[in-house]
């Protein structure tokens, strides 16, 4: 819960609580920590009630709704059949965005050897003239892109 904070905030949190419950701070903490152990001991309850009406072993984690169903409802094979047209698709899906990023890469490539060069022309000698060849100025500064942004 508190893995996005260091230990200076952490302890500008307890100054600030310390300001604002000044004395009571003690028994408030202690409240809280009643009432997590009390909404634990609940959550226990509710899940040693259930697996007994169900008369199967639960834990906590199983009574997320996908894991539930996918340990309590559907077999291997029912979960293997409701995968396979997914899975194809998938797969189609990872092949079209590795060709994808490969043409990105020849890109990125082709754009590194050409600003090398100096030369925004293509090897065919077509596309076009620099500006700084015309004589029209300095050349406008060229847009990196980061191919793996997405």
């Given amino acids: 819960m508190f893995e996005n904070l260091n230990w200076w905030e952490i302890g500008a949190l307890l100054l600030v ?33 259930l697996s007994r009406e169900l008369g199967t072993d639960i834990t906590l984690e199983d009574l997320h709704p996908k894991a539930f169903i996918r340990k309590h ?8 059949a409701i995968r396979k047209p997914l899975q194809g698709a998938y797969e189609k899906l990872r092949a079209d965005l590795t060709d994808v990023r490969r043409e990105l890469d020849d890109v990125a490539a082709a ?5 090398s060069t100096g030369s925004e022309s293509t090897s065919t000698g077509t596309g076009p003239t620099p500006p700084a060849a015309t004589g029209a100025g300095p050349t406008p500064p060229q847009r990196r892109y980061d191919i793996d942004a997405t």
């Fill in 73 to 80: 409802l559907l077999s291997e094979e029912d979960e293997a």
């Fill in 111 to 115: 754009a590194d050897i050409r600003s």
């Fill in 17 to 49: 609580a310390l300001l604002i419950f000044g004395d009571r701070l003690p028994n408030v903490i202690s409240d809280g920590l009643r009432m997590l152990r009390n909404l634990r001991n609940m959550a226990q309850n509710a899940t040693s009630d």
